[in-house]
């Protein structure tokens, strides 16, 4: 039985499914920016059921282990933990041994399929709109070591994948189960090798007869224009790439393997193919200062006027695990009570830098990063409000009022920021 918190079910649901059915052991995964709800629940289940097995996983607890026996979990597994949980539910707990280390598995395709059953309630939940959309991911790991990830000594080496067969029959199931034709991998680097790709382009098209949308990330440098292109036939109509930042000092500091011109030039190849390009910053990573977020923006704005690029700017969070974490404090300081780990919000400052600059050059790369190409005709403005007037008086459709004046709003907030 899976209970997902993201779906907005409350603790007093899981306590009439928990005393329903009264299982012998419950498994939490969780995030960093989880592992208080996590607390939340193990303290709650424990007040239902005193004698139940408590088992915490996933990213958070594999990177701080004792805080799940703090918390009042039983056992923390470490890694992945397919392999391991299944012998632990087969052959009972180890004896001596509170902490286990997964297993990584070989084959991605031994893990079963979830059933449609089990999905139905995230299709519900993902749209883009009135269009619902379904997460993949058909790859484990990254050869890469960013400053604010994982560290390589956390994750499992190498990468591995699901065949492509496997990847291409779970659409085709989603397709025909929920009519859903947008999906959305989220591999950490779907654009690793070019032949598994073009191999997933040209069968997807032959064996799915309906057109689909597809997005997923690459890395600066890998792929190439004629890869791209393909990937565009095959359904791809956006591609997001972590800049992560517009200074290649700290590109180097964050371990990305990327410089400026390596991103540009990655940029470039996926504009011409005519996909939509999302790209990812982080603002507030070690050894910034003012002048560098500054940096970072400008490049970001630069990018959306020459490759229409839309922006999303996020803050620094040092998290358990990741390189950064263990010398954040070397280089800046945290605000206190603020260790939320939530993107938008600051929660860690370098030394040379400042909360209130932080939020305006967000802000401003949010805004102009994403609109300003609008405000190259003013008449688009006049045009935003005349449409909000007519649609109040003939169709009334409070969907589309809302969203024209969200846009008559941030046209009219562009223009007097860029008029100052």
């Known amino acids: 039985m899976i209970f997902d918190r993201q779906l907005n079910i409350s603790l007093k649901k899981l306590k009439e499914v928990i005393l329903a059915y009264k299982p012998d052991v419950i498994g ?10 996590a607390e939340l629940i193990i303290k709650k ?38 392999k391991s949980l299944l012998d632990f539910m087969n052959n009972g707990p180890p004896k001596d041994n509170k902490i286990i280390w997964g297993e990584p598995l070989e084959n991605l395709d031994d893990i079963p399929n979830l059933t449609m059953d089990d999905i139905e309630p995230y299709i519900e939940i993902n749209r883009w709109g009135p269009r619902h959309f379904f997460y993949l991911i058909g790859s484990r790991g990254c050869p ?24 291409i029959d779970f659409i085709s199931q989603i397709v025909e189960k929920f009519e859903v034709y947008r999906f959305l991998f989220v591999d950490d680097i779907f654009v690793m090798k070019n032949s598994r790709v073009r191999e997933f382009c040209e069968r997807i098209k032959k064996e799915i007869s309906v057109p689909l949308y597809l997005n997923c990330l690459t890395h600066a440098g890998h792929g190439n224009s004629e890869l791209y292109h393909t990937m565009r036939k095959s359904g791809f109509t956006g591609i997001g790439l972590g800049v992560e930042h517009g200074n290649d000092r700290i590109l180097s500091i964050i371990g990305k393997n990327a410089t400026k011109a390596k991103i540009e030039e990655t940029c470039i190849q996926i504009y011409k193919a005519g996909i939509k390009l999302h790209l990812l910053y982080i603002l507030g990573n070690i050894t910034e200062t003012n002048e560098t977020i500054t940096e970072t923006v400008d490049f970001a704005i630069y990018l959306h006027n020459k490759y229409k690029a839309k922006s999303w700017f996020s803050f620094m969070q040092p998290l358990p695990g990741a390189p950064i974490y263990k010398v954040a404090e070397k280089y800046g300081y945290y605000l206190p009570k603020k260790r ?21 050059e967000r802000k401003r790369g949010m805004i102009m990063g994403n609109y ?18 007519r649609t109040k008086n003939i169709w ?25």
């Open 144 to 167: 890469y070591n960013c400053n604010f990830c994982l560290g390589k000594d956390q994750r499992p080496k190498g990468i591995r994948y699901h065949s492509i067969e496997r990847i």
């Open 28 to 37: 939490i995964s969780a995030v960093t920016s989880q592992s208080y709800d």
């Open 340 to 360: 939320i780990f939530q993107y938008h919000e600051i929660s860690y400052v370098p030394f040379n830098a400042t909360v209130k600059h932080m939020i305006k």
């Open 396 to 420: 009334g459709k409070k969907m589309l009022i809302k969203r024209i004046n969200k846009i008559a709003l941030i046209l009219e907030a562009l223009r007097s920021y860029t008029s100052k």
């Open 45 to 82: 289940v424990r007040e239902w059921m005193p004698n139940i097995i408590i088992i915490v996983g996933g990213v958070h607890f594999t990177a701080e282990p004792q805080d799940g026996l703090d918390y009042g979990a039983d056992y923390v597994f470490r890694g992945e933990g397919e």
């Open 372 to 389: 300003f190409g609008l405000l190259r005709s003013y008449k688009m403005i006049k045009l935003i409000h005349f449409l909000r007037d």
